[in-house]
């Protein structure tokens, strides 16, 4: 017994030292029937966290559900899953690390309706990939040290030099995934605009919300705070109801989403391409 005991603690560290060394590696987390709850799959995504010691990564986080229900419920239920792994992950990482997280929901596409009453367990999961980002280690104390000092100052903003009929995106305004609150990082973003607004009282504006990665036929994404289909708009909303609750006149506001309608790229093949999808822009009326 204490043989096979040390023989597998000895395959659980040469396979964490083997991840480590090679920093690929994945990990599956399965659910039960409409379930997106991650109680029972904290200590596996903790343990997969400990792997990340150091370096910069990117993590790519697919949900499915099996063919249970219809198409739109769970494919709307796969989006939900990985949004949720992917927002627990984003807060257990490092600070100092560049971490690139997206999630996305496949739905019911890999999962065979073999009339079974309770399903196709193997695919109601959340796969999550991981591979090491390149970082030139002669420039990593530069940039860090240049995040750190952006990060203490409001992004600029030159809405006030804007043409009646243009536009420019809020710079350092994010959303939590799949939600239009805004993360508290954004607050700078927002202070700066509603500065600009009370500079120049003359300024009239239009908030355009946009997303990315529509690839169900819907026009807009799944908002999991107001359970509809109007996350752009709900996000652009967000914006107005603060800058309304912050003393700037509603008549000077207007909002308005646009779903994928819009996008900077197309078609989006990077996760960076789909970060520059999402995003509110100011556009100015008046």
């Keep these: 017994m204490g043989r096979f005991f040390t023989f597998v603690i000895f395959l659980i560290f040469f396979f964490q030292k083997f991840c480590a060394q090679n920093k690929t590696f994945s990990v599956a987390l399965f659910f039960q029937i409409n379930e997106t709850g991650l109680e029972q799959q904290y200590k596996k995504l903790d343990s997969l966290c400990t792997l990340m010691v150091d370096g910069d990564y990117k993590i790519d986080v697919r949900g499915y559900a ?75 104390t530069e940039n860090i040290n240049r995040t750190k000092k952006k990060s203490n100052q409001p992004p600029e903003n030159k809405i006030n030099m804007l043409k009646v009929g243009e536009s420019m995106e809020i710079e350092g305004l994010n959303f939590v995934p799949g939600r239009h609150i805004a993360m508290k990082s954004s607050m700078p973003a927002l202070e700066k605009l509603l500065q600009t607004l009370k500079e120049h009282s003359n300024l ?67 996760p960076e391409e789909e970060q520059t999808n999402r995003r509110v822009e100011v556009k100015v009326l008046k």
């Design 204 to 270: 009239k504006i239009e908030l355009q919300g946009h997303i990315c990665c529509i690839t169900d036929g819907e026009t807009d994404g799944y908002d999991y705070d107001s359970y509809d289909r109007n996350l752009s708009e709900n996000r652009a909303r967000a914006v107005y109801d603060y800058l309304v609750k912050n003393d700037i006149d509603a008549d000077r506001l207007t909002y308005k989403g646009y779903g994928h309608a819009q996008p900077k790229v197309f078609p989006e093949t990077t």
């Design 66 to 140: 099996d063919f249970l229900s219809d198409n739109h419920y769970n494919q709307i239920l796969s989006e939900k899953r990985a949004a949720l792994v992917s927002l627990y992950l984003k807060k257990k990482t490092k600070m100092h690390q560049q971490i690139l997280v997206e999630s996305k929901g496949l739905g019911e596409n890999n999962s065979k309706d073999n009339g079974a009453p309770f399903g196709d367990a193997s695919q109601r999961r959340v796969d999550i990939f991981v591979s090491a980002l390149q970082r030139d280690n002669s420039t990593q």
